[in-house]
């Protein structure tokens, strides 16, 4: 009929498994079944067409939403006939306008008439449940455990889902605990006292029940599962050990090796997750689960030939982030120099946080295919999601603009997005970069100076506007103690390690700036820092190591034009 208020048998119950009668009266054992109350009334009191016109009126207008008659009609007929079925309805519909106090009252009233009904006892039990009245709760939960002993152990483990949505997780606890006590020999006992435990914030009882659970069940998956979870909050390495000997105990446990898996990636431990996960592979052919971090483990491992198989394999599933695949297989051909693969993969990346990102790379190909104004369209058909989608198309545009050696309107680009959001960090930052390289310093200033006043510690606004102090040879001081800043929240960022490295040099320190220069080419062999550690080792007059350095670099980066000038000026 309705959705809202079903006419079914009572729907909010304990939820436990306990095996349910029908929709009628629960005889007891032994005896005939009670004859319908409207039946035993007095002859002159003929409740029939009553129940027949009420019970009517109640549902039209529950259907018409008037829930207070609705409400009112099914409640007086329960008091007045005492037949269960009525009963029961009076209770769900009371419930489900959340007239709790009204149902409370309306379940003892059924509870009074079938003293035996277990789901009477359960609508009261979801009662006090909602009403948050757990010391009344327990006597009759633990009616409900005795009987029904064949579901047990469902039934405990159920019992902190139950109690969910209560506030009060120290008194959840103690509820727990008084239920599951009486089943002390059942492992899910102890399971249940655990979840309870960790819900209070008691992990040390947690895992102690945990345990006991183990004892009682050594192959107990979920158990192991639940104790890994717990230890990994204090270290990493006891969860790790524990799922090894597990998984060796119990070598089918999937859920259990994919666990261990994942926290041996935590720890790059790259080469122990792949042996798990290659067993896993072979149990589970077919479950993306699986796939897809044998896929991610490959490709961070270097291992592109994997990586794809995994990729290409997961498409032929129901894995939900087909767009997430699409793009991980385009950047893949597009390092192998397959760019109308690259492209088709791209352009298939429709949902998803990577879709702004694949238009921004499809764009690049087509500029790699001589077609600029292609590439510039794609972007402007692209319609970001929201203002940080739309500032990375914009950003996307630039850098288009850039590589093609547009950079003028790469700036302009740049300054029109700025007009709408003079506060983006984005837009500032990039505008900045793109003025030095059209040779406008003061609008780089303006634009880092702006940016630092927003945020005063943008490491890479500080790099920046110091580094473009030092190349000039202008505000030295102010420009080392920039770079400084920008080194001490990023200290091992390399080329704000070549940044303080070069105002060194401007400023005389050679034998500084040298060991500066060597530590950030240490850590990213880039041909600027090529070229900066190569003056300084030929202003030391090491002029052999300067042009053996600069050598190498060339070859390494070829087509440089920071090392080509870098050259040029110490081997005139």
């Known amino acids: 009929m309705h959705a809202k208020f079903p006419v079914t048998a009572l729907a909010l119950t304990l939820g436990l498994s306990l095996a349910l009668p029908g929709h009628g009266a629960e005889p007891v054992a032994g005896k005939k079944p009670r004859p319908a109350a409207v039946e035993a009334r007095q002859p002159e009191e003929n409740l029939l067409p009553r129940v027949i ?146 819900n209070a914030g008691d992990e040390l009882r947690a895992s102690t029940e945990i345990e006991k659970a183990l004892l009682l069940r050594p192959d107990w998956e979920a158990a192991a599962l639940a104790r890994a979870q717990l230890q990994a909050r204090l270290s990493t390495t006891s969860a790790i050990s524990g799922l090894e000997d597990f998984v060796t105990r119990n070598p089918g446990a999937g859920e259990a090796r994919l666990s261990l898996a994942r926290l041996l990636i935590g720890e790059k431990r790259y080469d122990d997750a792949r042996r798990h996960f290659d067993r896993l592979l072979k149990d589970n052919p077919d479950n993306p689960a699986v796939i897809y971090p044998i896929a991610m483990l490959a490709l961070q491992q270097g291992d592109a030939k994997t990586g794809r198989q995994q990729l290409e394999k997961l498409l032929g599933t129901d894995f939900p982030d087909q767009s997430m695949l699409h ?65 990375q198309l914009t950003l996307a545009e630039a850098q288009l603009l850039r590589d093609a050696g547009r950079l003028s309107e790469a700036y302009e680009v740049l300054a029109q997005a700025l007009v709408a959001q003079p506060d983006n960090p984005d837009l500032l930052y990039d505008a900045a970069l793109t003025a030095e390289r059209i040779g406008k310093p ?120 920071v090392l080509a000038a870098a050259i040029k000026k110490l081997q005139p």
């Not at 120099?337 to 998803?352: C, E, N, R, Y």
Request: aromatic share 6%.
């Open 53 to 198: 016109f009420q019970s009517l009126l109640g549902e039209f207008a529950l259907q018409r939403g008037d829930t207070r008659i609705g409400v009112e009609a099914w409640a007086d007929l329960a008091q007045r006939t005492r037949d269960p079925k009525v009963v029961a309805r009076a209770v769900e519909v009371a419930t489900l306008a959340r007239q709790f106090d009204l149902a409370m009252q309306l379940s003892r009233l059924w509870l009074e008439v079938e003293p035996e009904s277990t789901r009477a006892r359960q609508a009261q039990s979801s009662l006090l449940v909602l009403t948050d009245r757990l010391d009344e709760l327990a006597p009759q939960v633990a009616v409900l455990l005795e009987r029904d002993p064949g579901n047990i152990a469902n039934n405990l483990l159920h019992l902190n889902r139950l109690l969910a949505s209560h506030k009060d997780k120290k008194a959840v606890q103690r509820l727990v605990d008084q239920l599951a006590t009486p089943y002390a020999s059942l492992p899910e006992a102890h399971f249940a006292m655990a979840q309870a435990a960790v």
């Open 327 to 391: 793009f991980f297989l385009g950047q893949l051909d597009q390092e192998q120099k397959k760019l109308d693969a690259a492209f088709a993969h791209f352009m298939q990346v429709t949902t998803g946080n990577q879709v702004v990102a694949a238009r921004a790379r499809a764009a690049q190909i087509l500029l790699q295919q001589g077609k600029p104004e292609e590439a510039r369209e794609l972007l402007h058909n692209t319609r970001g999601g929201n203002a940080e989608e739309r500032t």
């Open 442 to 561: 003061e609008q780089l200033e303006s634009h880092l100076q702006h940016l630092l006043r927003l945020q005063p510690d943008h490491a890479h606004a500080l790099n920046a506007l110091g580094y473009s102090w030092a190349d000039r040879n202008q505000q030295l001081a102010e420009a080392y103690k920039m770079i400084s800043r920008a080194m001490t929240l990023q200290p091992d960022d390399p080329f704000i390690t070549d940044s303080l490295g070069w105002v060194q040099y401007r400023l005389g320190h050679l034998e500084e700036a040298l060991a500066t220069l060597e530590r950030a080419y240490g850590i990213k062999a880039d041909p600027e820092i090529a070229a900066h550690l190569g003056e300084v080792l030929w202003q030391l007059g090491r002029k052999d190591e300067a042009k053996k350095l600069l050598a190498d670099a060339i070859r390494q980066h070829p087509d440089s034009e």
